[in-house]
């Protein structure tokens, strides 16, 4: 989107403006609706949250200013869960990294059967994350548990913070290394055969042509794997609503949001924080591609 | 919540609108399709699942006895009050007209009777939904001197205990707890701690039991100290106990009933439903099983939980007359009957513990279930209920954090919390 209008030359001909125009003209539906579900919810989040707005009290609403903020920024409550949402977010996104990675190489070099290693490497992206995390639930269930027969213990895996977290973590990390392996895999693809068989020849090891090849050439398709991820990352909320509830100092930012927005109908707090968490996610963003200069339009023609 | 990686994720957004055009499209198909039909109109009865089948039983007798009039078509939610009450409000907030009647939890009567979504019963409707039914149940139904439901079913829990390891039930948790300790097989208490609205049922009850109340009206904070304190002290002394079973902080009424269904545990507080499933699941441990009142919790009477459901009308119903006739029926006597036949759910009407249907299905502690209701303590009732607990929840949960030697600390948190609660400050 952004290369088209980065090499426009200063005097641009009345041809290249016209055709400028009619591009203008083909994306206006999608822009529009983008608009439509995107722009207005977000705008209509941001309006909410400075007024206060309980559906319990239809009587007692009105203009607030930024008070929800403060009620928000000043709870503990939410620097513990902000706290939480990143603990789990690095964790998963540095592990999903390095087994996303491995398992890239591996579909890449697959000599046989790659398209039926591609498949089942993907079978858990494909599970709804809800069924997922009642399977990890089930699975470690304190009396009907496999986990627990497996290792003969009695453990209650959901009765304590740190268990609690790891669960919740190896759920995540099971679910989504698979679209992290995808997206390095497209990076991977586009890396030129040649310069391994010269680095071979050269006397490279495989270890030295991974490091000093596969790498480099693939940072910006790791940025890109990483900023998607993370940004889901930051958002975790399935996992944790289906195995804890957010007891055990489990919360995240999204669970705090949706307690605040569905369980006590407090909309004027519960907005407070979606724009909050938007916010976050903007400045996530901006990071990679300003600072880490991730670039989306990567590997796309002409990109 | 996500609006920024979509922001991003340009393509993804496209696609999802997509989905969202087909969806209304599928939508406004099936709409068209369900206008068009001229028969009586349709009912919905949005209610909590019950195993046994009593709602669709009740439901289908209803809509034979309306002879045409109308039909009713359950909508089963979930047996978790709180997500139950997720998926109500999310529709009686957004002024849904699908639903008419409701089956509502004890706990939500203030708080949707506050926000105008369900209507008040009078006259003869008043006179005839309440008649003969428990004070305490007809109190849970009422919100500000008006009644804004039909009783259907009310719950109450019990003591159960091992007659074959326990010679006679004990009378406080103190007993029980230091008599569970001294077995030497399933030396354990089964209770519900998990941190979810069954957590506020034993938390309220074990608060009511030692001489208190959580709040005394609808924004007025009681816990009085002394107290309140025994009431911590007996969750403290459990949750560091030998007795406290391994899965406390998760425990719930299922995983209790399996546990002492399994003879891990001699002792269980739990509804009335645990003798059903254990006489079904478990015959050997069924034939042991004794009935005993609450325990106490100093030298005050014990006030058992009081759950149930009572049936409401939507304020946003476009057939409230018929709706008011159907709650009605499948609130009234013949139901009540049912639900205690299928699903061993205890009736509201005192009259009916004299008869044979409920005498069959509590064998032996019929009596004991009616007691335990008369002297039952309820949950607080405020507008603001969600808050409150949430607020007992956080701050007690789990119990193996409280010490049982100094409750002072533990105290002051709660009140305060309690008191933020039902103010609806801060986060939740």
């Known amino acids: 989107m952004e290369a088209s209008t980065a090499n426009t030359p200063t005097h641009a001909s009345s041809r290249t403006r016209s055709e400028r125009k009619l ?102 992206y494909g599970i709804i994350t809800v069924v997922a995390a009642f399977a990890w639930q089930f699975a470690f269930a304190s009396d009907s548990g496999f986990v627990n027969n497996l290792i003969g213990s009695e453990m209650d895996w959901f009765g304590g913070h740190v268990s609690s977290l790891v669960v919740i973590i190896l759920a995540e990390i099971w679910k989504t290394t698979p679209f992290m392996a995808l997206l390095l895999l497209a990076g991977l693809v586009t890396i030129d055969e040649g310069l391994y068989e010269a680095a071979k020849v050269d006397g490279a090891s495989a270890w030295q042509r991974f490091w000093k090849i596969t790498l480099p050439l693939m940072k910006p398709a790791i940025l890109v794997a990483v900023l998607f991820r993370t940004l889901e990352a930051f958002r975790v909320f399935d996992s944790i609503f289906i195995m804890t509830r957010g007891a055990q ?34 400045g996530i963003a901006f990071l990679f591609v300003k600072g880490l200069g991730a670039r989306l339009d990567e590997g796309r023609p002409g990109g | 919540m996500s609006y920024g990686s979509r922001e991003v994720n340009k393509r993804v957004a496209t696609r999802a609108l997509a989905c969202l055009v087909l969806a209304a499209l599928a939508t406004a198909g099936l709409a068209a399709c369900g206008g068009s039909g001229s028969g009586p109109p349709q009912l919905t009865f949005f209610v909590a699942i019950q195993p046994g089948g009593t709602i669709e039983e009740t439901a289908a007798r209803c809509t034979k006895e309306a002879n045409g009039r109308y039909t009713i078509k359950p909508e089963l939610l979930p047996n978790d009050a709180t997500q139950a009450r997720e998926q109500l409000v999310r529709r009686l907030g957004a002024k849904d007209p699908s639903i008419d009647v409701i089956g509502l939890d004890v706990i939500l009567t203030a708080e949707f009777a506050n926000a105008g979504w369900i209507e008040p019963w009078q006259g003869k409707l008043k006179r005839e939904a309440t008649e003969e039914v ?59 701690a ?52 391994p899965n406390l902080s998760t425990s719930n009424e299922d995983t209790a009933r399996l546990a002492f269904e399994a003879g891990e545990s001699a002792f269980m507080t739990n509804y009335t439903f645990a003798y059903a499933s254990a006489s079904a699941e478990a015959p050997d441990i069924a034939k042991n099983m004794g009935a005993a009142p609450f325990p106490r919790v100093n030298s005050n009477p014990a006030k058992p939980p009081l759950g149930g459901f009572n049936l409401a009308v939507s304020s946003y119903s476009d057939h409230q007359d018929l709706a008011f006739e159907a ?34 299905a509590y064998p032996g502690f019929a009596g004991l279930v009616k007691e335990m209701i008369e002297t039952a303590g309820p949950r607080p009732a405020t507008p603001a209920y969600q808050d409150v607990s949430s607020a007992v929840q956080r ?34």
């Open chain 1, 23 to 124: 591009a203008w003209m083909l994306c206006a539906p999608a822009v529009i609706a983008m608009l439509a579900v995107t722009a207005y919810p977000i705008g209509y989040a941001f309006v909410l949250s400075v007024q206060k707005l309980d559906l319990r009290f239809p009587e007692q609403t009105g203009f607030v200013g930024l008070d929800n903020y403060g009620t928000v920024l000043g709870s503990e409550l939410w620097w513990t869960d902000l706290f939480n949402t990143f603990l789990i977010m690095v964790i998963s996104v540095a592990v999903e990294l390095v087994l996303g990675m491995v398992i890239a190489l591996v579909m890449h070099r697959a000599i046989f059967g790659r398209g039926t290693v591609r498949t089942v490497v993907l079978i858990p």
């Open chain 1, 249 to 282: 100092n489990t919360e995240s930012v999204s669970i705090l949001g949706f307690n605040q927005l569905i369980n006590r109908l407090n909309l004027g707090v519960g907005s407070a924080i979606s724009v909050l968490a938007f916010l976050i996610v903007v």
């Open chain 2, 134 to 192: 428990f004070p305490s149940v007809v109190e849970t139904a009422t919100f500000e001197h008006q009644l804004y439901a039909a009783p259907f079913n009310t719950n109450t829990q019990l003591l159960w205990y091992r007659k074959d390891l326990v010679p006679k039930p004990p009378a406080t948790w103190d007993q029980m707890i230091k008599e569970a300790e001294g077995l030497k097989e399933a030396g354990t208490i089964q209770v519900q």
């Open chain 2, 194 to 245: 998990e941190r979810y609205e069954g957590f506020m049922v034993w938390v309220n009850a074990l608060i009511e039991s030692a001489g208190t109340e959580i709040l005394s009206g609808p924004e007025t904070v009681d816990l009085e100290q002394k107290p309140t304190e025994e009431a911590l002290a007996v969750m403290g002394r459990l949750g560091n106990s030998s007795a406290k079973s």
């Open chain 2, 327 to 360: 709650a009605a029926c499948l609130a009234g006597e013949k139901s009540q009957l049912t639900a205690v036949e299928l699903d061993g759910l205890p009736p509201s009407r005192a009259d009916l513990y004299e008869g044979k249907v409920v005498k069959t």
């Open chain 2, 395 to 428: 701050t007690l949960h789990p119990p193996e954090k409280i010490d049982p030697e100094d409750t002072e600390g533990i105290y002051d948190e709660l009140k305060s919390n309690v008191e933020a609660g039902v103010k609806r400050e801060g986060l939740l």
